[in-house]
């Protein structure tokens, strides 16, 4: 099944912390990409990948990093969480041109107190 | 930069009824595609029905359809025979036709709830 995998689904730390939410697909999507959901925001990038060793910067990537290592994982790492980071998170990947259709995981629910 | 406008917060529609959800959009671009994303409570999201710009047709899929007003930078969603099932927030989204993947620009959400 064609799929875009995260873990962990939930999550609960403390400010400073380090955590990463992984992230994973099987489709052989050249592009991948992060997003946090926040109430009356709608979804924002934080960082995406256009293929292996290949990062960039999204809208509001302060306080994260990812690495793109192997074509099928992106995962997202945050090396001193704080409340301000407090979000729902989502991993997606599409493939490199048109139709732009982009699968999302099933969302990371991450609290940091 | 361009910008999606969602100025529905909050929609409620009576089962087997038809309701239409709003969406507008700002750029200076001519290609472009257009998206509506639906999140249910389990929160995936889920992908309802694609427009392509240059295509005058509007899209359908079953009882989603689309109004797509191009010069008016307008893109509705219509969902006729509405089920309880379509409890969800909708998201419109914009992506600019580049010929690369790039992110996609999203609204703010328009949360939806069907009632019996």
């Known amino acids: 099944e064609a799929q875009v995998t995260q873990n962990p689904r939930y999550l609960i730390t403390v400010t400073g912390k380090k955590l990463t939410v992984t992230c994973s697909q099987n489709?052989?999507?050249?592009?991948m990409s992060w997003y946090r959901q926040d109430p009356g925001l709608g979804l924002r990038q934080i960082y995406y990948s256009m293929n292996v060793e290949v990062t960039d910067k999204g809208d509001v990537p302060e306080g994260y990093k990812v690495s793109r290592k192997e074509k099928r994982n992106f995962p997202l790492i945050l090396e001193s969480p704080s409340p301000n980071q407090t979000s729902l998170y989502f991993c997606?990947?599409?493939?490199?041109?048109?139709?732009?259709?982009?699968?999302f995981g099933p969302g990371t629910r991450l609290t940091v107190t | 930069a361009q910008t999606v406008t969602q100025s529905q917060p909050e929609m409620s529609v009576q089962e087997a009824e038809t309701v239409t959800l709003s969406c507008t959009y700002d750029t200076s671009e001519n290609n472009y595609y257009l998206f509506w994303y639906k999140q249910p409570p389990s929160r995936q999201m889920i992908l309802v029905i694609r427009?392509?710009?240059?295509?005058?047709q509007n899209a359908t899929e079953n009882r989603f359809s689309v109004n797509f007003q191009k010069a008016a930078k307008s893109f509705s969603l219509k969902i006729s025979d509405s089920q309880l099932g379509d409890t969800a927030m909708y998201f419109c989204a914009f992506k600019l036709h580049t010929g690369t993947a790039s992110k996609l620009t999203f609204g703010t959400g328009t949360r939806l709830q069907v009632t019996l």
């Open positions: 997606a990947s599409s493939w490199g041109g048109p139709p732009y259709e982009q699968y």
């Open positions: 489709m052989n999507h050249e592009y």
């Open positions: 427009q392509e710009a240059y295509k005058q």
